[in-house]
């Protein structure tokens, strides 16, 4: 039975996810997937199970076991504890191309687990995988940005196919390039069209433009917009996919997931998946530095994960 779970959109830093090799992908992803073995000791171990694996995408659930007892009184009121060990679930979904991760972030409730030992113990199994396939261990998983760099929106309005709608606030006259190309080979009309909008640009505090239906506003002179403001969100095509980039992005996400499943099941992480490309669109397949851009606290102090 399906269930709402929260999870958190996160990097891994350590390894320089753009020069991991094809082999060194392919062998992360292949390890985590067909992994038959858990890590650690009994009573202690942990791992992944019930993985599902799309492309070099792998998401399924992550195995803690914890130490528990129960308590019971025999009829002449001795008392009689019995250690047990379960295990409990987390989900998860890892690009092995880039070094996102999203990781369910739940409170442990009534056992003594909290979300800074499940995600010890998922470094150290990742570690552990890592290690076999010759890439560098992680010292660092980080929240992802809570914003959209406008190199992003001007380096994907350039791969675009087709942009369906684009909002800009504060465009200033001199945001357009002094070289930028409305017309060619008709180059004397250039700079009559940028000294206009430039003058125009000046008075508007926001423009948000939307396509026709078989509208693109790359074909029209407008298209300046995209370098003379501050973009905050563009819906656009490369090729046959859909986009959209927003300058404030979702770190936090809801799914409903099978959690007692013996296996993710394939439908819900292709769900999972379009979810993520459409919320965070060129920021999943951007691979991560091994350098993190800020520190981030992870964890409260209960030891809870927190964002």
Not at 100 to 111: A, M
Not at 160 to 183: H, K, L, M, N
Request: glycine share 4%; proline share 4%; net charge negative.
């Amino acid at each position: 039975m399906e269930e709402k779970i929260h999870c958190d959109l996160m990097e891994v830093f350590g390894p320089d996810w753009a020069y991991l090799s094809p082999d060194q992908i392919e062998c992360l992803a292949n390890t985590i997937h067909s992994s038959e073995q858990l890590f650690g000791d009994e009573p202690d171990m942990y791992g992944f199970v019930g993985t599902r694996r799309m492309g070099t995408i792998v998401g399924g659930y992550f195995a803690i076991q914890y130490f528990d007892q129960e308590i019971n009184y025999t009829k002449n009121k001795e008392l009689n504890i019995r250690p047990r060990h379960p295990f409990k679930k987390i989900f998860f979904t890892l690009f092995t191309q880039s070094g996102k991760l999203l990781l369910q972030n739940t409170k442990f409730v009534g056992i003594p687990l909290t979300m800074y030992m499940a995600l010890t113990k998922f470094r150290s199994a990742l570690n552990q995988v890592f290690e076999s396939c010759k890439i560098d261990r992680t010292f660092n998983i980080a929240i992802a940005p809570e914003e959209t760099e406008e190199a992003d929106f001007l380096n994907e309005f350039e791969r675009s196919t087709r942009v369906i709608r684009i909002e800009v606030e504060y465009p200033t006259a001199g945001g357009i390039p002094d070289d930028f190309v409305y017309y060619n080979p008709q180059v004397e009309r250039n700079d009559i069209i940028r000294n206009s909008h430039r003058h125009d640009y000046a008075h508007l505090k926001k423009v948000n433009l939307e396509a026709t239906e078989s509208g693109d506003i790359k074909r029209t002179h407008l298209r300046d917009l995209i370098y003379a403001g501050k973009p905050q969100e563009m819906h656009y095509y490369v090729g046959m996919d859909s986009f959209t980039l927003r300058k404030n992005v979702k770190r936090k996400f809801e799914f409903h997931i099978d959690m007692n499943s013996e296996q993710l099941s394939e439908l819900q992480l292709q769900a999972v998946v379009e979810m993520l490309r459409r919320e965070r669109a060129v920021f999943l397949e951007t691979p991560t530095k091994a350098e993190p851009r800020q520190q981030l606290s992870l964890f409260d102090d209960e030891g809870n994960l927190i964002i």
